[in-house]
Nanobody, 115 residues
Framework: QVQLVESGGGLVQPGGSLRLSCAAS????????MGWYRQAPGKQRELVAT???????NYADSVKGRFTISTDNAKNTVYLQMNSLKPEDTDVYCC?????????WGQGTQVTIST
């Protein structure tokens, strides 16, 4: 099993930045893929960004050029650097891990973009 603990959400003005962190309970090099999804109440879960164990990133078109996913293998942590934030980025952001043919999710962290 994999436990995922997110941090870094909050309230920021449009155009601002936030960095989300997701700490995994085991060596992330053994995890096939990790990433971030977001979901607003009543809406479908949306992929934001993922990264493979080889370090290959994948981004939703809506965040390309603004968000960057990265890992710190020594800390077993995946990050999502979010720049140029827009009100439509407001959502609950959930960390994701695909490990041993199963999907695992964090509890989610709220990101709110507002004046």
């Amino acid at each position: 099993q994999v436990q995922l603990v997110e941090s870094g959400g909050g309230l920021v003005q449009p155009g601002g930045s936030l960095r989300l962190s997701c700490a995994a309970s085991l060596n992330i090099l053994s995890i096939s893929a990790m990433g971030w999804y977001r979901q607003a109440p009543g809406k479908q879960r949306e992929l934001v960004a993922t990264i493979s164990s080889h370090g290959t990133p994948n981004y939703a078109d809506s965040v390309k050029g603004r968000f960057t996913i990265s890992t710190d293998n020594a800390k077993n942590t995946v990050y999502l650097q979010m720049n140029s934030l827009k009100p439509e980025d407001t959502d609950v952001y959930c960390c994701y891990a695909h490990y041993m043919w199963q999907d695992y999710w964090g509890q989610g962290t709220q990101v709110t973009i507002s004046t």
